[in-house]
């Protein structure tokens, strides 16, 4: 994550706004000069001082050529060597010819003398010494940087990540999703897991999810492993998504300032997440709530005939001011099947499960299809839903194939 020093911003009373780089061709032209000064230094042992300042230099605006640099980390890196041989050999040589001490002075006459004798290129000797005596850093290239828009976009991800540690309360709206229940009860999930407390609410057809609560948020900072996890969560989302917007308060030394950033303005910014083009893996990974769910989603591909689907978590049932997301949507034709697989968890998981699917017996849902653990039958058993009972894999995976047989 990059220091406050590189998040570059304006401040608009108790406006923040953030000052995304473009991707137009001036832009473009500069990411390339970037490029170009990584690369001439590509084997050079260099500190990243070093290659800042020529950044410095190259942009006109510090803070830019620190986000460059950031940027710049997932395609270049520094890196220390062990001794090579011929350095240790080097030593060896001054104890057996000069008794282990150089004379103030003597140094450049001794290495000279010692790669005539080695027959060793003298330049390339003095970068291997210089990098064993100081620990002095050597530019590498970790991937190939094809193209330079690559740096503005990582950047302005970089730009979104800072932005997103220093929030302590945010709304995150998201609209015109397709498949808006398998993102929002994925960001809930991830949510619950990370401990931060979200609601959910409706708003002219558009879903808004409200995070509160600075301990529960970053307890620990942004720059913490718990905290990236979330600004990563909150990125993929809205990345994913495309149509979304963040209001929130944002917390800079003891100032609080008011932040939107919404994709749909003419400032929005166009990023890319580094997990989505393959340059690292995302910390907080897609996974099914239980391995159960995960066995039941693949027993029932299997049995489903080749003209149904099934979704992950792509329905949003609503009951009043609440909601319910089935684990998965069976669209056969235009019949659709929910289904929810319910799992022996705690007490209170087990009584608030009971009690939406009652709300969903109210209402006259009846496209449901429950999956549960046969232990939780004194629990279940009296809702009228259609019921899959398994005590094993071997049973789930019998009674699935039966009873979808009967609906399908």
């Known amino acids: 994550m990059i220091p406050l020093r590189a998040f570059i911003f304006n401040t608009y009373g108790d406006r923040i706004v953030i000052d995304f780089l473009n991707t137009d061709s001036n832009e473009v032209k500069i990411a390339e000069r970037v490029r170009h000064i990584l690369e001439s230094n590509v084997g050079r042992v260099c500190a990243p001082h070093t290659i800042i300042n020529q950044l410095i230099r190259n942009t006109g605006d510090e803070k830019k050529a620190l986000l460059y640099f950031y940027a710049s980390k997932f395609f270049y890196d520094f890196e220390v060597k062990e001794a090579p041989n011929t350095v240790l050999e080097f ?8 008794h282990g001490f150089i004379p103030l002075g003597g140094l450049n006459h001794v290495i000279s003398n010692y790669c005539t004798e ?15 005596i100081f620990g002095a850093k050597r530019l590498i290239r970790k991937r190939d940087l094809k193209n330079p828009k ?8 970089l730009l979104l990540e800072k932005a997103f540690s220093l929030l302590y309360e945010a709304k995150i709206k998201f609209c015109n999703v397709k498949k808006i229940g398998y993102v929002i009860k994925n960001f809930l999930f991830k949510a619950k897991k990370e ?8 708003d002219k057809g558009c879903w808004i999810c409200e995070i509160r609560g600075p301990k529960q948020l970053y307890s620990l900072r942004g720059a913490s492993s718990r905290g990236k996890r979330i600004c990563e969560l909150k990125i993929d989302t809205i990345y994913r998504v495309k149509n ?6 944002l917390s800079i030394g003891h100032k609080n300032y008011i932040i939107k950033v919404d994709s749909q303005s003419a400032w929005a910014p166009e990023f890319v997440t580094p997990w989505n083009i393959g340059i690292e893996e995302l910390c907080v990974r897609d996974f099914f709530d239980s391995d159960v769910e995960r ?3 693949t027993y029932i591909i299997e049995a489903l005939p080749s003209n149904c689907v099934v979704m992950r ?9 609440r909601i319910f997301i089935p684990d998965f949507t069976i669209m056969c034709g235009n019949r659709k099947i929910y289904v929810e697989v319910i799992g022996f968890w705690s007490k209170e998981y087990i009584r608030r499960k009971r009690g939406k699917l009652e709300e969903l017996e109210k209402i006259g849902e009846k496209n449901l299809l429950l999956i549960i653990d046969s232990r939780l039958k004194k629990w279940f058993a009296s809702l009228k839903f259609p ?5 094993n894999v071997q049973d789930l995976k019998k009674n699935i194939k039966t009873t979808l047989i009967g609906l399908v």
């Open 91 to 98: 030593y060896l040589y001054i104890e057996k010819n000069h």
């Open 195 to 202: 401990r931060i407390l979200v609601d959910i609410l409706e």
């Open 150 to 157: 690559y740096l503005i976009l990582i950047a302005n991800y």
């Open 313 to 321: 978590e792509s329905d949003i049932i609503k009951i009043g001011k």
């Open 387 to 391: 019921k899959i009972w398994y005590h």
């Open 118 to 132: 080695k027959d060793i290129e003298e330049r390339n000797f003095r970068l291997l010494l210089a990098e064993s």
């Open 295 to 297: 066995t039941a989603y």
């Open 244 to 249: 979304w917007e963040v209001r929130g308060l």
